[in-house]
């Protein structure tokens, strides 16, 4: 708990200790100073501003009769400027359960406008609304599409709220950070990415027969599979590629089943492992991948360019089909790859799916990864500095909550980031990249190992 700078020590955070530290992780490594409480000061726009403007990058919390704990971090200070706010660093947050969930500000737009009304985020939502205890949603007066959310999951469509506090948000100095121990050890040093790329070139597949590891990407539309191969191809490329198509659309934009070698640069020979990208799943029935050409696609049947149809499952070709694959053709390690930022949104219908496809993938004895991708845009610690990715607790968090909502142990689960806005290659991001390939290597060889090689 947090007593009001001046204040009597009744005068608290409603925040807990643990709440405190899942926002922290959120932002960094950083401390909260609590600057105003309506319920102490009342839901007062000017009181807000006296006690809010030019103190530097806030955080609102609010609370409201059914419970939720809600709010938004902006990193532009209040100043009563008239002016509207980009700020990108701006996001909104709801607590799910034990971890809060993160909206970030769309790319270009306002985060706020900076008046002399209450705290206000990308023109659509209003905290201490017309100083009553609050909260506005102006759902069908659009300004610009800021943030991407729906009032169910904010804050469950009850707009009057019991609390709102803003902290002030101030940077601990680095000194602190380096102290905290890494809950797992990376190299970050060109000499290790070096190491990586010579053991991938250098692997061999324990059976002979097998000239190169299948590796299948399987997971929900936008997460980045297609990035990911991109990315591993820019890294043995030397430079930025866009080979995949890749993107953030609502839908799927692969739509064939297609198999990725990659070569050690241009003129290079192969490298010894193939990704296969399929189309993105989706939660409803009809949509997206479907679960029976992922079985097709283990078993070695779907060929190179096969396009999906979500409506109807893979037929093989019936002499094809009446005898099995062999084993180079079939798949051999899975690599389910999820958004750091949208684990909390996963729904019942698409876990349920991908529980479906972990009970065929483990009936067939395939090594499965997970791979979480978009680190740096969960938490904004990792974001300034992707070294700092296992000492964030919040991304530990997020890694324990992918282990036990896919069912997968937490040594399986691999944060990366993928490039998507670079125009040059970043060491560190190559070290993450290179290690989670090289783990996935390691996975098919104990497949390999267990198999009749028929």
């Given at each position: 708990?947090?007593?009001?700078?001046?204040?009597?020590?009744?005068?608290?955070?409603?925040?807990?200790?643990?709440?405190?530290?899942?926002?922290?992780?959120?932002?960094?490594?950083?401390?909260?100073?609590?600057?105003?409480?309506?319920?102490?000061?009342?839901?007062?726009?000017?009181?807000?501003?006296?006690?809010?403007?030019?103190?530097?990058?806030?955080?609102?919390?609010?609370?409201?009769?059914?419970?939720?704990?809600?709010?938004?971090?902006?990193?532009?200070?209040?100043?009563?400027?008239?002016?509207?706010?980009?700020?990108?660093?701006?996001?909104?947050?709801?607590?799910?359960?034990?971890?809060?969930?993160?909206?970030?500000?769309?790319?270009?737009?306002?985060?706020?406008?900076?008046?002399?009304?209450?705290?206000?985020?990308?023109?659509?939502?209003?905290?201490?609304?017309?100083?009553?205890?609050?909260?506005?949603?102006?759902?069908?007066?659009?300004?610009?599409?800021?943030?991407?959310?729906?009032?169910?999951?904010?804050?469950?469509?009850?707009?009057?709220?019991?609390?709102?506090?803003?902290?002030?948000?101030?940077?601990?100095?680095?000194?602190?950070?380096?102290?905290?121990?890494?809950?797992?050890?990376?190299?970050?040093?060109?000499?290790?990415?070096?190491?990586?790329?010579?053991?991938?070139?250098?692997?061999?597949?324990?059976?002979?027969?097998?000239?190169?590891?299948?590796?299948?990407?399987?997971?929900?539309?936008?997460?980045?599979?297609?990035?990911?191969?991109?990315?591993?191809?820019?890294?043995?490329?030397?430079?930025?590629?866009?080979?995949?198509?890749?993107?953030?659309?609502?839908?799927?934009?692969?739509?064939?089943?297609?198999?990725?070698?990659?070569?050690?640069?241009?003129?290079?020979?192969?490298?010894?492992?193939?990704?296969?990208?399929?189309?993105?799943?989706?939660?409803?029935?009809?949509?997206?991948?479907?679960?029976?050409?992922?079985?097709?696609?283990?078993?070695?049947?779907?060929?190179?360019?096969?396009?999906?149809?979500?409506?109807?499952?893979?037929?093989?070709?019936?002499?094809?089909?009446?005898?099995?694959?062999?084993?180079?053709?079939?798949?051999?390690?899975?690599?389910?790859?999820?958004?750091?930022?949208?684990?909390?949104?996963?729904?019942?219908?698409?876990?349920?799916?991908?529980?479906?496809?972990?009970?065929?993938?483990?009936?067939?004895?395939?090594?499965?990864?997970?791979?979480?991708?978009?680190?740096?845009?969960?938490?904004?610690?990792?974001?300034?500095?992707?070294?700092?990715?296992?000492?964030?607790?919040?991304?530990?968090?997020?890694?324990?909550?992918?282990?036990?909502?896919?069912?997968?142990?937490?040594?399986?689960?691999?944060?990366?980031?993928?490039?998507?806005?670079?125009?040059?290659?970043?060491?560190?991001?190559?070290?993450?990249?290179?290690?989670?390939?090289?783990q996935m290597l390691n996975f098919a060889d104990d497949y390999l190992d267990d198999v009749d090689p028929v």
């Amino acid at each position: 708990m947090y007593t009001l700078p001046g204040s009597g020590a009744t005068n608290t955070s409603k925040l807990t200790e643990e709440q405190r530290k899942q926002l922290c992780g959120l932002l960094g490594n950083v401390e909260l100073t609590l600057l105003y409480k309506a319920s102490v000061h009342g839901y007062n726009a000017s009181i807000f501003h006296q006690r809010c403007d030019r103190q530097g990058p806030t955080l609102l919390v609010a609370y409201n009769r059914s419970g939720y704990i809600f709010g938004g971090y902006t990193s532009v200070e209040y100043a009563q400027s008239g002016q509207h706010i980009r700020d990108e660093k701006a996001f909104l947050f709801s607590f799910q359960g034990n971890n809060p969930v993160r909206f970030n500000v769309s790319s270009g737009c306002n985060a706020r406008l900076d008046n002399t009304g209450g705290p206000n985020f990308g023109q659509k939502l209003y905290f201490c609304y017309n100083n009553q205890a609050a909260v506005y949603d102006q759902s069908g007066q659009i300004y610009d599409n800021a943030f991407t959310f729906s009032s169910a999951t904010l804050y469950g469509n009850d707009t009057q709220l019991t609390e709102c506090e803003v902290y002030k948000v101030e940077q601990r100095s680095t000194q602190v950070s380096i102290k905290e121990k890494p809950w797992r050890n990376v190299l970050w040093t060109a000499e290790r990415r070096d190491e990586l790329m010579k053991m991938i070139r250098n692997h061999k597949p324990l059976i002979t027969s097998v000239s190169r590891v299948r590796i299948l990407m399987i997971g929900p539309v936008g997460a980045g599979k297609s990035s990911f191969f991109n990315s591993i191809n820019s890294i043995f490329m030397g430079r930025i590629t866009s080979k995949a198509m890749s993107g953030s659309a609502g839908t799927s934009l692969t739509t064939q089943f297609r198999t990725y070698p990659v070569k050690d640069g241009r003129e290079g020979k192969p490298l010894p492992f193939v990704l296969c990208d399929t189309m993105g799943l989706e939660e409803q029935s009809g949509a997206g991948l479907d679960i029976e050409d992922i079985s097709s696609i283990l078993q070695g049947h779907v060929p190179d360019r096969y396009k999906f149809n979500p409506t109807s499952s893979f037929q093989p070709d019936e002499q094809k089909a009446s005898k099995p694959a062999s084993l180079k053709e079939k798949i051999h390690c899975v690599v389910y790859v999820i958004d750091a930022t949208k684990i909390s949104l996963m729904s019942d219908k698409l876990e349920e799916k991908l529980a479906a496809i972990r009970r065929k993938v483990n009936s067939l004895g395939i090594a499965q990864i997970v791979l979480m991708t978009k680190v740096d845009e969960a938490c904004s610690l990792v974001e300034e500095d992707l070294q700092s990715l296992y000492v964030s607790s919040y991304i530990k968090t997020k890694v324990q909550e992918v282990s036990s909502r896919l069912g997968v142990p937490v040594s399986c689960v691999l944060p990366v980031k993928n490039y998507s806005q670079e125009l040059e290659l970043e060491l560190n991001c190559d070290v993450l990249l290179l290690t989670a390939l090289q783990q996935m290597l390691n996975f098919a060889d104990d497949y390999l190992d267990d198999v009749d090689p028929v």
